[in-house]
């Protein structure tokens, strides 16, 4: 299971089917942005359907934490 999702403004068409999937996690204006990651199991199964469902695929599962540093 993702620990979260994680975005690549570069990428988006701005298409806005993220926003529709998952409105509290993603908001485009000009493109993409991650409010905040999911808090939820419903969530963090419409964040999945919004990676699936991007055409340039802007939207990745986080699968283990980056360390920082």
Not at 23 to 28: E, I, L, R, T, Y
């Amino acid at each position: 299971m993702p620990i979260g999702y994680a975005v690549e403004p570069e990428r988006c068409l701005s298409c806005g089917s993220c926003a529709i999937l998952a409105p509290g996690v993603f908001a485009v204006v000009r493109r993409v942005r991650l409010v905040r990651q999911p808090a939820t199991e419903a969530e963090v199964t419409a964040c999945a359907a919004a990676a699936l469902v991007c055409p340039t695929q802007a939207i990745e599962a986080v699968i283990e934490a980056v360390p920082r540093g």
